[in-house]
C-alpha cells in the first residue's frame, strides 16, 4: 500500500531554505505543506509556488497539527529552540548545520533529545553525495586495507562577506563541520586534533579574527592521519577532492566537472572549464538525496541520516580545532563519553 506523502513544515526561506523548498517540492514523497520565516515575504514567494500555507510564526508551523516533521534552516541561534519545540511536538527534525556555536548549548539539548526518542538529524549532506559515499563504502569494506591516511580538501570559490563572518562562528564552526562530519563517516575514532590557520587574503578575517586558511590534523585512535585543507578562495572554482590511502591502494575522489569538453590549441592543451562556483550546484544531488533519506527516518524506516549525535561530534571537533590554532596545542578529544580536553604539545 503507498504511503502518503510526509508533510513538511519548513522553517527558514533564505539561500539553502530555497533549496530544500525545492527539493521537497520535487520529491514524489513528500509535500511542503507550511513555510515560516519572519521575513515573511520570503516564505510568501515559496507559498505561492509550492502551495504551502504561509506564517511568519514557527511556532504556528509546529503547533499546526499539519505537518508529521521539521525542517530547519533558519539562522543558527535559532536551531536550539526549534529543535526543542519540535521534539516536544513529537515532529521528527532534520536540521541545517550546526546545531549551535555554543557546544554547551548543545549538551544541555541532548538528554531531552535522547530521551523523547523523537528523531533528529543533521544536514551533512556531503554524506550522501554519490562519489564521496561510494569512495567510504569501498573504504569500509577493506579494498584499500586498514585506512592509514585520508585527506580531504575543501576550498570556497570566494570568502563570505565580512558582516557574515562576524556572526559565522569562524572558519572550524562554519566552513570545516562539514570536513569534520566527512571524517568522521570514514573514521568515527578520533581522538586528537591539532590546527592551524592564518589570515592571508581576507579583510573580513582579519576584522573579525577569523582565518581564511586553515589546515587541521586529526588522529583516529588506530592510528589513521586525516589531514584537512582549507580555503575562503579558489581561482578554479568549488574545490572539493578527497584521497583515502592504505597498504593496499588508494582511492581519490575528484571534482565534479561542469563539462567534459575540453580544449586543445596554442595556448592551453585539454584545457577545461573551471569547477562549479556554488556548493549548490556542486551537491545538488547530495541534497535530494539527503531528503530521502530522511522520510524513510520519519517514515520509521532504516535511515543512514546524520544524528544530533553526529552534529554533537563535529561541534566538539570544530572548538578543538578553534582552540588548537589560537592557542598553538594540540587537544586530545573523547567523541565517546562526550568530553573533551586539550592535551600538552604545540
Given at each position: 500500500?503507498?504511503?502518503p506523502p510526509?508533510?513538511i513544515?519548513?522553517?527558514?526561506t533564505?539561500?539553502?531554505?530555497?533549496v530544500?523548498?525545492?527539493?521537497?517540492?520535487?520529491?514524489?514523497?513528500a509535500?511542503?505543506?507550511?513555510v515560516?520565516?519572519?521575513?515573511?515575504?520570503?516564505?510568501a514567494?515559496?507559498g505561492?509556488?509550492?502551495?504551502?500555507?504561509v506564517t511568519?510564526?514557527?511556532?504556528?508551523l509546529?503547533d499546526?497539527?499539519?505537518?508529521?516533521?521539521v525542517?530547519?534552516?533558519?539562522p543558527?541561534?535559532t536551531?536550539?529552540d526549534?529543535?526543542?519545540l519540535?521534539?516536544?511536538?513529537?515532529?521528527?527534525?532534520l536540521?541545517?548545520k550546526?546545531?549551535d556555536?555554543?557546544?554547551a548549548?548543545?549538551?544541555a539539548?541532548?538528554p531531552?533529545?535522547?530521551?523523547?526518542?523523537?528523531?533528529?538529524?543533521l544536514?551533512?549532506?556531503r554524506?550522501?553525495?554519490?562519489n564521496?559515499?561510494?569512495?567510504?563504502?569501498?573504504?569500509?569494506?577493506?579494498?584499500?586495507g586498514?585506512?592509514?591516511?585520508l585527506i580531504?580538501i575543501?576550498?570556497?570559490?570566494?570568502?563570505?562577506?565580512?558582516?557574515?563572518?562576524?556572526?559565522?562562528g569562524?572558519?572550524?564552526?562554519?566552513?570545516?563541520?562539514?570536513?569534520?562530519?566527512?571524517a568522521?563517516?570514514?573514521a568515527?575514532?578520533?581522538v586528537s586534533?591539532?590546527a592551524t590557520g592564518?589570515?592571508?587574503f581576507?579583510?573580513?578575517?582579519?576584522?573579525?579574527?577569523?582565518?581564511?586558511?586553515a589546515?587541521t590534523t586529526?588522529?583516529?585512535?588506530?592510528g589513521?592521519?586525516?589531514?584537512?585543507?582549507?580555503?575562503?578562495?579558489s581561482?578554479?572554482g568549488?574545490?572539493?577532492?578527497?584521497?583515502a590511502?592504505?597498504?593496499?591502494?588508494?582511492?581519490?575522489?575528484?571534482n565534479?566537472?561542469?563539462?567534459?569538453v575540453?580544449f586543445?590549441?596554442?595556448s592551453?592543451?585539454?584545457a577545461?572549464p573551471p569547477?562549479p562556483?556554488f556548493?549548490?550546484?556542486?551537491?545538488a544531488?547530495a541534497?535530494s538525496?539527503?531528503l530521502?533519506?530522511?522520510?524513510r527516518?520519519?517514515?520509521?524506516?532504516a535511515?543512514?541520516?546524520?544524528?544530533?549525535?553526529?552534529g554533537?561530534?563535529?561541534?566538539?571537533?570544530?572548538?578543538?580545532?578553534q582552540r588548537?590554532a589560537?592557542?598553538?596545542?594540540?587537544v586530545a578529544?573523547?567523541?565517546g563519553?562526550?568530553e573533551?580536553?586539550?592535551?600538552a604539545?604545540?
Open positions: 500500500m503507498t504511503q510526509v508533510r513544515g519548513l522553517i527558514g533564505g539561500r539553502i531554505g530555497q530544500h523548498a525545492a527539493s521537497i517540492a520535487a520529491d514524489p514523497g509535500t511542503l505543506a507550511w515560516a520565516d519572519p521575513f515573511i515575504a520570503g516564505a514567494a515559496i505561492e509556488r509550492t502551495g504551502a500555507r511568519d510564526s514557527a511556532e504556528e509546529i499546526s497539527g499539519e505537518v508529521d516533521a525542517l530547519i534552516a533558519s543558527t541561534p536551531h536550539v526549534l529543535i526543542e519540535s521534539v516536544r511536538a513529537g515532529l521528527p527534525v536540521c541545517e550546526p546545531i556555536l555554543d557546544i548549548r548543545v549538551e539539548l541532548r531531552l533529545v535522547e530521551a523523547s526518542g523523537v528523531p533528529v538529524a544536514g551533512f549532506n554524506r550522501f553525495d554519490p564521496h559515499a561510494a569512495a567510504r563504502a569501498r573504504v569500509a569494506a577493506g579494498e584499500i586498514p585506512l592509514e591516511q580531504i575543501s576550498r570556497d570559490p570566494a570568502a563570505p562577506p565580512a558582516d557574515y563572518v562576524a556572526v559565522s569562524g572558519i572550524f564552526r562554519d566552513m570545516t563541520i562539514h570536513d569534520f562530519d566527512m568522521r563517516f570514514f568515527p575514532d578520533i586534533v591539532s592564518s589570515q592571508a581576507d579583510p573580513g578575517a582579519r576584522a573579525h579574527g577569523d582565518f581564511d586558511t589546515v586529526l588522529r583516529t585512535g588506530s589513521a592521519v586525516i589531514t584537512i585543507v582549507n580555503s575562503r578562495h581561482a578554479t568549488y574545490d572539493q577532492r578527497i584521497e590511502f592504505g597498504p593496499l591502494g588508494m582511492l581519490q575522489v575528484g565534479v566537472q561542469s563539462s567534459t575540453t586543445s590549441g596554442a592551453a592543451v585539454e577545461r569547477y562556483e556548493f549548490l550546484e556542486r551537491y544531488e541534497y538525496a539527503e530521502r533519506e530522511f522520510l527516518l520519519v517514515r520509521g524506516e535511515s543512514t541520516s546524520p544524528s544530533f549525535e553526529d554533537w561530534a563535529a561541534l566538539v571537533l570544530a572548538d578543538a580545532a588548537s589560537t592557542e598553538g596545542v594540540a578529544v573523547d567523541l563519553s562526550g573533551h580536553g586539550a592535551a604539545g604545540s
